[in-house]
Nanobody, 129 residues
Framework: QLQLVESGGGLVQPGGSLRLSCAAS????????????IGWFRQAPGKEREGLSC????????WYADSAKGRFTISRDNAKNTVYFEMNSLGPEDTAVYYC??????????????????WGQGIQVTVSS
């Protein structure tokens, strides 16, 4: 059974940085062995879930939402079976619950949360002084 566990969230001051981790089990990020897409999403109170970024198995293709471009970076460590989400220049508008999600195939529209079958439990990120 594929499981995802997020970590690294918390409280950070405006302008600060956080690195979220998404550890996968029951699944390998070894792109020689399997196809996949891993996405990062967030949901703020009263708002819809927003796709921020994704990375796919083929050539490590990545995509970023406009809200993430230039500030956030997605990466993977196959040896640790973990996908990271480095977030810089955080502002109060980035306060939300952040989720990683997995699909066991490559997705063309990786910002669409309906494309993902597996989700982590979510982790709170709060940006406040």
């Amino acid at each position: 059974q594929l499981q995802l566990v997020e970590s690294g969230g918390g409280l950070v001051q405006p302008g600060g940085s956080l690195r979220l981790s998404c550890a996968a089990s029951g699944f390998t990020l070894d792109y020689y062995r399997t196809d996949y897409t891993i996405g990062w999403f967030r949901q703020a109170p009263g708002k819809e879930r927003e796709g921020l970024s994704c990375i796919s198995s083929t050539d490590g293709y990545t995509w970023y939402a406009d809200s993430a471009k230039g500030r956030f970076t997605i990466s993977r460590d196959n040896a640790k079976n973990t996908v990271y989400f480095e977030m810089n220049s955080l502002g109060p508008e980035d306060t939300a619950v952040y989720y990683c999600a997995a699909a066991t195939r490559e997705i063309s529209w990786c910002w669409d949360y309906d494309e993902y079958a597996y989700w982590g439990q979510g982790i709170q990120v709060t940006v406040s002084s």
